[in-house]
């Protein structure tokens, strides 16, 4: 996708005179305004790439949301090097103008905003060329997927937010919040519409663009959340039949290197460039988005989390520690997918080697209590020693189909069809080799194989934070993690939801005074 300015304004000056000067009068024209300027599948197609551009606005995708989500969620711990405001993420001491959790407020709506702008000036728009009706019914597929997201990421960071349906709405500085039952029933619309609108795929000039199985996924996710499981179950099976082939990756590590845009594993992943069109600034994730930073789209996410680099973070004590498992002989067992998602020490199952597919062959990775364990799911040292420079590739998983084979499998459990569970389970455990269960046992002891099968599985994608959150075991289970890594429970009840930001409260009174204890 190509990010393109929509607007472009020349102004023209006209100056009226007589033998003195009697009147200055400036006069605009060539101005776009919002209902003159879409007119053609191609000014729409702008306006649909500009919404999808706000997955690496700050607060997103470019940087801060894998910094956020991990932190919370602890899959990564804080190394020296992490200081400021990323630091308060690791102990749970931010407050309401903490900048990563104000920027992923506002780029949510952001991402509404331009949704419901395109969505509005769609309405009005009627082609008559078939090419063109097929646009539109793909953008109206598009534009509602990118809304009913921004929602679901909205819902489950802050519970109660505004609720804008339309651009009218949109421009509106005042509105309540909304309750969470009425997010969720907007979202669930939202998806439903994208999967009627949507195609099943796209040409390859244009991957990275939603489909009909994303928005079935997200549709799937989003019943799931709200622990409505035979309607999730429904949702989720459809991706395993024609005529979706989604399948997993033969090869785990290929689903997280620079080619994975390519995978047939790949629901929907926000897609990262450098400089693919000879003009961009790699450091853009440092507000140069759509501004200084040109036209580039890479990940900040290997150079910070990388060993050999910028170093802000390890992969935290209890993750590595997760890897080890009794297999169903009562026998310690260590997990392969650990020496596939961190660098570390024999003992531990992490990757021991790095950079085996360098000119220079295999270098030992040094393992000491200064390097520990570090990340290797989503970083290049396979391929090369450093980063050198904040330029990677490597596109971000937001539901894959290994995801979406466990979550049909919890799906199973929690409606008690336990058997149900087991292959899609093993489908998953196979891939990588791991040994494969014979039988889940009861459904209390096949929510514990689950639940840690989505911890290993998804490591590093964001996901846990929100898996513990909906199972509701977030406060309890980060604490005493917390309690063994720093000597503190830093978790408290109020952190069971974001805080509404300050620059919030300040322009918006209505959500000001529905505000309890400073916080949500």
């Not at 622990?227 to 785990?252: G, H, I, R, S």
């Not at 650990?338 to 360098?358: E, H, I, M, P, R």
Request: charged letters at 20%.
């Amino acid at each position: 996708m190509k990010s393109k300015a929509i607007i472009y304004l020349t102004v023209s000056l006209l100056l009226v005179t007589s033998c003195k000067l009697e009147k200055l009068e400036l006069k605009n024209e060539n101005q776009y305004s919002d209902g003159s300027y879409f007119t053609t599948t191609t000014t729409f197609n702008e306006g649909v790439v500009a919404a999808y551009v706000c997955f690496l606005h700050q607060g997103m995708w470019s940087r801060d949301y894998y910094f956020l989500y991990d932190l919370l969620g602890n899959e990564a711990e804080r190394d020296a090097p992490l200081q400021g405001d990323l630091l308060q993420l690791h102990n749970f001491s931010f407050g309401t103008s903490q900048a990563q959790v104000v920027k992923h407020w506002q780029s949510n709506y952001r991402q509404i905003f331009r949704s419901n702008l395109v969505l509005d000036k769609l309405a009005t728009w009627n082609p008559a060329l078939a090419e063109d009706q097929a646009a539109k019914k793909q953008f109206i597929g598009e534009v509602s997927f990118l809304r009913g997201f921004a929602y679901f990421r909205l819902v489950n960071g802050w519970g109660r937010v505004p609720l804008k349906p339309d651009y009218e709405s949109s421009k509106d500085f005042f509105s309540p919040r909304a309750s969470t039952d009425a997010v969720w029933k907007f979202i669930e619309a939202d998806l439903i519409k994208a999967q009627e609108n949507l195609p099943l795929s796209h040409s390859s000039e244009n991957l990275g663009r939603a489909t009909r199985g994303a928005a079935t996924a997200m549709l799937g996710k989003v019943y799931l959340y709200q622990k409505k499981y035979a309607q999730a179950a429904a949702e989720f099976t459809k991706l395993t039949q024609a005529p979706y082939t989604y399948a997993l990756n033969a090869n785990f590590d290929d689903q997280f290197a620079p080619t994975n845009g390519n995978t047939a594993e790949t629901i929907f992943d926000i897609p990262h460039k450098w400089n693919g069109w000879g003009v961009g600034n790699g450091f853009y994730m440092f507000t140069g988005q759509e501004t200084w930073g040109g036209k580039t789209t890479n990940t900040g996410r290997a150079m910070e989390y990388g060993w050999n680099d910028w170093r802000n973070v390890f992969i935290s004590d209890a993750l590595v520690k997760s890897f080890i498992y009794n297999d169903e002989s009562g026998r310690a067992y260590t997990d392969p997918r650990a020496k596939l998602t961190f660098y570390g020490n024999a003992v531990s199952g992490g990757d021991t080697d790095y950079c085996n597919q360098c000119s220079g062959g295999a270098k030992p990775y040094p393992f000491n209590a200064s390097n520990g364990y570090r990340w290797r799911k989503y970083s290049n040292y396979e391929f090369k020693e450093n980063e050198e420079f904040p330029q990677s590739e490597i596109n971000s998983q937001i539901v894959r189909y290994a995801d979406v084979l466990l979550m049909l499998a919890e799906a199973q459990i929690e409606q008690g069809n336990v058997a149900a569970a087991l292959p899609l389970i093993n489908q998953v455990r196979n891939r990588v080799k791991a040994f494969t269960y014979a039988s889940l046992g009861s459904q209390e002891n096949a929510r514990t194989i689950i639940r840690r099968e989505r911890r290993l599985e998804l490591a590093g994608e964001q996901s846990r934070y929100f898996d513990l959150m909906r199972w509701g075991i977030a406060q309890q289970t980060i604490n005493a993690e917390k309690q063994m890594q720093i000597g503190s429970q830093p978790f408290q009840s109020r952190n069971l939801l974001l805080p509404i930001p300050q620059i919030e409260k300040d322009v918006n009174p209505a959500i000001a005074a529905d505000v309890v204890g400073d916080w949500n």
